[in-house]
């Protein structure tokens, strides 16, 4: 099976290695750029993305992080993770960076501050069971504000006033989604990321 880290900064790790189990890959945590080394694909997690930024480069993450994405490693950022691997953010803190490799714009704490979390319908005609809607947590998320012609809209939500919010993108190897599929027991968006892991490594 693959090899998925997931950064292991901040944020919610556990649930994503336990949905990246049940998708069929052996998972391990990512610290340190010796242990970034070792995987075919990596999660970043849901957390706080200033946090996670500081921590990075606390931890000399950043540019091995950069370096990775850009070399083809599969990667699938949740929430915070979403923010760490958009090429464009709004509303981030002073200075804040990120790795980077998703060409697109996304707001942080874009659904308001009255809603902190919330549930919605999500359709991913993408994934399996193409015709039952995702049911997604958000929390204090990211919404995609806009996005490059390289970058295919994966999910929308669909159902009260954030209809038709751009929040779950692919763009080659990486993707991301602004809500939280490692909170509910339905692991789809991990299958979908665990087989894209095992394609590119079938390419190399
Ligand atoms: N609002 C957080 C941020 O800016 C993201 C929240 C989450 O990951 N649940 O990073």
């Given at each position: 099976?693959?090899t998925?880290?997931?950064?292991?900064?901040?944020?919610?790790?556990?649930?994503?290695?336990r949905a990246?189990?049940?998708a069929?890959?052996?998972?391990t945590?990512v610290?340190?750029?010796?242990?970034?080394?070792?995987?075919?694909g990596?999660v970043?997690?849901?957390?706080?993305?200033?946090?996670m930024?500081?921590?990075a480069r606390?931890?000399?993450?950043?540019d091995?992080?950069?370096?990775r994405v850009e070399?083809?490693?599969?990667?699938?950022?949740?929430?915070?993770?979403m923010?760490?691997?958009?090429?464009?953010?709004?509303?981030g803190?002073?200075?804040?960076?990120?790795?980077?490799?998703?060409?697109?714009?996304?707001?942080?704490?874009?659904f308001?501050?009255?809603?902190?979390?919330?549930?919605?319908?999500?359709p991913l005609?993408?994934m399996?069971?193409?015709?039952?809607?995702?049911?997604?947590?958000?929390?204090r998320?990211p919404w995609v504000?806009?996005?490059g012609?390289?970058?295919?809209?994966?999910g929308?939500?669909?159902?009260?006033?954030?209809?038709?919010r751009?929040v779950?993108?692919?763009?080659?190897?990486?993707?991301a989604?602004?809500?939280h599929p490692?909170?509910?027991?339905?692991?789809?968006v991990?299958?979908?990321f665990?087989?894209?892991?095992?394609?590119?490594?079938?390419?190399?």
């Amino acid at each position: 099976p693959p090899t998925i880290g997931v950064l292991a900064l901040q944020g919610d790790v556990r649930e994503h290695a336990r949905a990246l189990e049940a998708a069929g890959a052996a998972v391990t945590a990512v610290r340190r750029p010796h242990e970034l080394e070792r995987v075919d694909g990596l999660v970043i997690p849901g957390g706080e993305s200033t946090t996670m930024w500081r921590l990075a480069r606390t931890f000399e993450m950043l540019d091995p992080l950069r370096k990775r994405v850009e070399a083809g490693m599969p990667a699938y950022g949740s929430c915070a993770g979403m923010i760490m691997l958009a090429d464009r953010i709004r509303d981030g803190v002073r200075d804040q960076e990120t790795v980077g490799g998703l060409d697109m714009t996304v707001r942080r704490n874009a659904f308001g501050r009255q809603v902190d979390s919330f549930e919605a319908d999500v359709p991913l005609p993408a994934m399996d069971d193409p015709d039952v809607p995702f049911r997604a947590i958000f929390i204090r998320a990211p919404w995609v504000e806009a996005v490059g012609g390289g970058v295919e809209i994966l999910g929308r939500v669909d159902g009260g006033e954030a209809t038709g919010r751009i929040v779950a993108v692919r763009q080659g190897r990486l993707m991301a989604t602004a809500f939280h599929p490692e909170l509910t027991g339905d692991f789809r968006v991990h299958r979908y990321f665990a087989d894209l892991v095992r394609r590119a490594m079938e390419e190399e």
